[in-house]
């Protein structure tokens, strides 16, 4: 599905029965939406509909000529909800699609129905910029994050993942690779300079927070500080899980999604 804003097209995929309560997932960058592939059956099993969001410059979703900075990625969320019309959402969001999950919640509030954080902090880490600027200056030197893939895959998922679900790891990788310059290098800029440390303890909405334990680009620790930041906030780890801990912990990651899900649904009953 194609929604269109002012000058811009935004790819969004909906699943599920019309009456149902939406899930949004927001994904990490150089991804896209079909990263959220484990968690579209048992979702859509537990009573939900599913909406996936292309960020600008990745799967569907085309870059664009406009700058793209942290709240045109929000505002594009906020406006395909409010143009499908699906009244209060579950937003899920891992790594930048957290980070954008972040901002909508503290702009946007009104649109939540429950905030889930996966594997994303609450500012950029200290001395990180040099790291990104690496990355950034590779991408534009090769013309193309395929050089970098099997790098960033590594820090991304456990390698055994690669024997054992081959299609999901060859699925990540050629996101990866076809993930266009220009989205990769505004999407790292954005994960270099951002804090919500200050308006977090205003959020309002229930919220979960997960970590894989063994992710080293969003550490745990930092992951669990973001958690305390949000009034009331749960977090769990993800056992085993890396930094796409819905990948390769994903039948914790579901359980605890669904559980989470369920838990709400019931509160607000």
């Known amino acids: 599905m194609i929604i269109k804003y002012e000058s811009h097209t935004i790819h969004v995929d909906m699943l599920g029965s019309r009456n149902d309560p939406v899930v949004c997932f927001l994904h990490p960058l150089a991804s896209d939406s079909g990263m959220w592939a484990p968690q579209v059956p048992a979702v859509l099993a537990s009573g939900f509909r599913c909406l996936r969001i292309d960020f600008r410059g990745h799967g569907g979703t085309a870059f664009g000529n406009d700058p793209v900075i942290l709240d045109t990625l929000i505002d ?106 220009e989205g990769f290098v505004a999407m790292a800029e954005i994960m270099q300079h951002f804090s919500f440390v200050q308006s977090l303890p205003a959020v309002t909405c229930p919220s979960l927070v997960l970590c894989g334990e063994n992710d080293e680009l969003s550490p745990p620790a930092q992951v669990r500080r973001l958690a305390e930041l949000i009034p009331h906030a749960r977090f769990e780890l993800i056992p085993g899980g890396r930094h796409f801990s819905n990948v390769d912990g994903a039948d914790h990651f579901n359980r605890a999604l669904c559980a989470w899900l369920a838990d709400i649904s019931e509160a607000r009953a």
């Not at 959402?89 to 999950?101: C, K, T």
């Not at 200290?126 to 013309?143: E, I, N, T, V, Y």
């Open 76 to 181: 594009d969320v906020r406006h395909v909800i409010e143009t499908l019309q699906v009244g209060r959402v579950h937003v899920v969001g891992l790594s930048m699609g957290g980070v954008v999950a972040q901002g909508l919640s503290i702009k946007y509030g009104h649109l939540f129905e429950s905030m889930v954080l996966s594997d994303c902090l609450a500012e950029s880490l200290p001395g990180s910029g040099a790291a990104w600027k690496a990355r950034q200056d590779a991408a534009q030197k090769a013309g193309g994050l395929e050089p970098m893939a099997d790098i960033m895959l590594s820090k991304w998922v456990n390698e055994c993942l690669r024997s054992e679900n081959p299609s999901a790891w060859q699925a990540l990788r050629s996101t990866l690779a076809a993930t266009s310059v």
